[in-house]
């Protein structure tokens, strides 16, 4: 099973967080925010219920794609579902077992401050479009 999202770069994206990573549905974010590495997500909160819902095991993999062709950084993560998922604003990876309705994804194998500084470079311009694939299987 498959869901998609699509988010945004911003200018302030630091992506140096050590256990979080977000994407968010603002479309304005200050340096604070650390963890964040897209903004204005698309993310549908009630498709995301029923994926959880129907997802048979709580293992997926979340892959970071760049929608430009010549742009060839991806990233993969690893993680669980968490199924009390409830926020239609934010959507939070951690690597720890914390869980709040924030909280989309635990146990994750990275958090913000990891992921390829080739990616987060390429986050850090306005125009910058990636595409959000979580997949569990089955």
């Given at each position: 099973?498959?869901?998609?999202?699509?988010?945004?770069?911003?200018?302030?994206?630091?992506g140096?967080?050590?256990?979080t990573?977000?994407f968010?549905?603002?479309?304005?974010?200050s340096?604070?925010?650390?963890?964040?590495?897209?903004?204005?997500?698309?993310?549908?909160l009630?498709k995301?219920?029923d994926?959880?819902?129907?997802?048979?095991?709580k293992e997926?993999?979340?892959?970071?794609?760049?929608?430009?062709?010549?742009?060839?950084?991806?990233?993969?993560?690893?993680?669980?579902?968490?199924p009390d998922?409830?926020s239609?604003k934010?959507?939070?990876?951690?690597?720890?077992?914390?869980?709040?309705?924030?909280?989309?994804?635990?146990n994750?194998?990275?958090?913000a401050?990891?992921?390829k500084?080739?990616?987060i470079?390429?986050?850090?311009?306005?125009?910058?479009?990636?595409?959000?694939?979580?997949e569990?299987?089955e």
């Amino acid at each position: 099973m498959i869901y998609k999202f699509n988010a945004y770069g911003h200018q302030n994206i630091l992506g140096t967080h050590k256990t979080t990573l977000e994407f968010t549905k603002d479309k304005e974010v200050s340096l604070k925010g650390d963890c964040i590495i897209g903004v204005n997500a698309d993310f549908d909160l009630d498709k995301l219920k029923d994926f959880i819902k129907k997802s048979n095991n709580k293992e997926i993999t979340i892959a970071v794609l760049p929608f430009q062709k010549n742009k060839k950084i991806k990233e993969t993560i690893s993680a669980e579902i968490n199924p009390d998922f409830n926020s239609d604003k934010e959507f939070v990876i951690r690597k720890t077992d914390f869980v709040s309705e924030r909280t989309f994804a635990i146990n994750s194998n990275k958090a913000a401050f990891e992921l390829k500084r080739d990616l987060i470079g390429f986050l850090k311009e306005k125009k910058s479009k990636i595409s959000i694939v979580i997949e569990n299987f089955e």
